[in-house]
C-alpha cells in the first residue's frame, strides 16, 4: 500500500484539548487554516475531573478571558466555582465547531522532513505544524517514600481529591502548601476534620489591601503584562510555587497561622516515612515568616504604586501575626496520632518523552521564546510563564494564541507560496 494512503495529512496538529489548545483552534479557525486538535480524553477533562467538590477560582472572573469569550455572568469580582467554570467552558465550546477528536492519545511525534509525523491511536498523522498544548501538570507526583507507609493508610494525589467524606474517618495529613495543599487542608478543616499539614515553600498573598483585590492592584501596575524576558528571575520565574489564597466564602486569605489556632496541626517540609512513623525538617517557623514577608512586600509594591500615582485609597493596617510556632513536632506517629489517610499536594511533573524534537534543554525542559521553538513549525503552548504570569491561566492564554496562531499563519503562507511557485514552475516545464 502507498504510504500516502495509510498517512493523514493536515496543515497543523494541535495536540490537547484544554483552553490551551481550543484557543489556538478558535484562532486557526478564524483565519481559515485547516487543522485537528487531538485530546486523549475528553474537552477540558482535568476541569470536569481533577478538581475538589469546593474548588473555585483564586482569580476574579473578570480575569476570565478566552478567545471570544469573556466572562459572561452577573459576579464579576466573585470566584467560579467548579461546576460554573465547567459550564462556561462547555458555552465556549458551543461558539465555535474546533475540529476537536476527543478519545485520540499522541504516542510520538517525530520530524517528518519539513513538517512531522504524528503517531496516535487513530493512525499516523503527517503535520506541517504541530503545537503542544498538553499542559505543564501532567504527570501527579507522589514521593517514592509513600512506598513506606502502611498500607492501610489511604493515599491520595491532590488531582484525586473531592471532599473530606472520600476519606475514612480519622485524622488527614496533607503534605504540600501550595495552592491545592493550603486549600484542601482548609476545606477538610471546614468539614470538622483534624488536619496535620505539612509545610512547603509556598508564598501567600493577601485577598484584598487598600480597598481593592489584590489581583486588580497588581493589573493596574502592569505586573500581568510582564514578560518573562524582562521578569527579574527571568525563566527561573517558571520554577517558582504559586502563591495561596482561596476564592472561597467570596474570596479570603488563607491565613494558616490562624488556623493553628483553631486546631490545624502545622508542620516542616516532609524529610521522609518509615513505616508509621513521618518525619518532617524543623522548618514551620521558617515557611510561615517567608510566605508572609511575600505577602508584606507584594502590599508595600501596592503602596509605592499609589504613592507614585496619587491614588486616593484607604490606608490599612499590616498584618500581625496571630500564633507563632513553639515546639513544632518532627515526628509523628501515624497509627499512634489516628492519621487513617494522607493526601500528597505537593504537584506534578511533565512528561515530554513522547515528543521526539531537539527542542528541550538541559533540564528535559520545553526551550522556547514566547511558545515558538528552534524547530521551524513547533509550538508550546498552555505551560506557566510561557510568556505572562497568565499563560497557563484563563487570563492570558488567548493572547499566547494568538501569537501562536500568527506564527503559523505565517509559516503557512510561505508554505502555500512554495506550493504555488512549484505548480507555476511545472506548468511552464510543461
Not at 513538517?115 to 503545537?131: E, Y
Not at 508509621?276 to 509594591?301: G, P
Request: proline letters at 4%.
Amino acid at each position: 500500500m502507498n504510504v500516502s494512503t495509510r498517512v493523514q495529512h493536515v496543515p497543523v496538529a494541535v495536540v490537547g484539548g484544554g483552553q490551551a489548545g481550543l484557543s489556538v483552534s478558535w484562532h486557526l479557525d478564524k483565519a481559515g487554516i485547516d487543522h485537528v486538535v487531538l485530546e486523549k480524553n475528553r474537552a477540558f477533562h482535568t476541569w470536569k475531573t481533577e478538581r475538589w467538590d469546593n474548588f473555585c477560582l483564586v482569580t476574579p472572573n473578570w480575569q476570565c478571558q478566552l478567545p471570544g469569550h469573556g466572562y459572561d455572568g452577573d459576579d464579576p469580582k466573585g470566584f467560579m466555582v467548579r461546576d460554573e467554570i465547567i459550564a462556561w467552558l462547555d458555552r465556549w465550546l458551543e461558539k465555535f465547531a474546533p475540529p476537536l477528536k476527543e478519545g485520540v492519545s499522541v504516542a510520538r511525534v517525530s520530524q517528518l522532513g519539513e513538517g512531522f509525523l504524528l503517531d496516535t491511536s487513530d493512525g499516523l498523522i503527517r503535520a506541517d505544524q504541530v503545537v503542544f498544548a498538553a499542559g505543564g501538570y501532567q504527570i501527579p507526583v507522589i514521593p517514592r517514600a509513600a512506598e513506606r507507609i502502611p498500607e492501610d493508610v489511604v493515599q491520595i494525589h491532590s488531582s484525586i481529591y473531592r471532599n473530606a467524606d472520600q476519606l475514612p474517618e480519622g485524622k488527614v495529613l496533607v503534605v504540600g502548601s501550595g495552592q491545592s495543599g493550603a486549600q484542601i487542608a482548609e476545606d477538610l478543616h471546614l468539614a470538622g476534620r483534624k488536619v496535620h499539614l505539612g509545610l512547603g515553600d509556598a508564598p501567600r498573598v493577601a485577598r484584598r489591601y487598600r480597598g481593592k483585590d489584590v489581583v486588580e492592584w497588581l493589573y493596574d501596575m502592569g505586573y500581568y503584562d510582564l514578560s518573562v524576558d524582562v521578569h527579574p528571575l527571568r525563566e527561573g520565574v517558571r520554577d517558582k510555587t504559586n502563591h495561596y489564597v482561596t476564592g472561597r466564602d467570596g474570596g479570603r486569605d488563607i491565613d494558616l497561622r490562624q488556623r493553628a489556632l483553631e486546631g490545624m496541626e502545622l508542620h516542616g517540609h516532609f524529610v521522609d516515612a518509615r513505616g508509621d512513623r513521618v518525619i518532617f525538617a524543623d522548618t514551620v517557623a521558617s515557611c510561615l515568616d517567608e510566605a508572609d514577608a511575600v505577602s508584606e512586600s507584594i502590599k508595600s509594591s501596592i503602596d509605592g504604586f499609589i504613592a507614585k500615582n496619587g491614588i486616593e485609597a484607604p490606608e490599612e493596617a499590616r498584618y500581625v501575626p496571630v500564633w507563632t510556632p513553639t515546639a513544632p513536632r518532627c515526628e509523628i506517629d501515624l497509627r499512634a496520632e489516628g492519621i487513617t489517610s494522607i493526601v500528597w499536594c505537593i504537584g506534578f511533573r511533565t512528561d515530554w518523552s513522547w515528543v521526539d524534537l531537539p527542542v528541550f534543554n538541559g533540564r528535559g525542559q520545553p526551550q522556547h521564546h514566547r511558545g515558538v521553538t528552534s524547530v521551524d513549525g513547533a509550538y508550546f503552548l498552555g505551560l506557566p510563564w510561557l510568556h505572562t504570569w497568565g499563560s497557563g491561566r484563563f487570563s492570558g492564554v488567548a493572547r499566547d494564541a494568538e501569537h501562536i496562531a500568527r506564527q503559523i499563519l505565517a509559516r503557512h503562507g510561505e508554505e502555500a507560496a512554495a506550493s504555488d511557485r512549484l505548480v507555476n514552475d511545472a506548468a511552464i516545464g510543461s
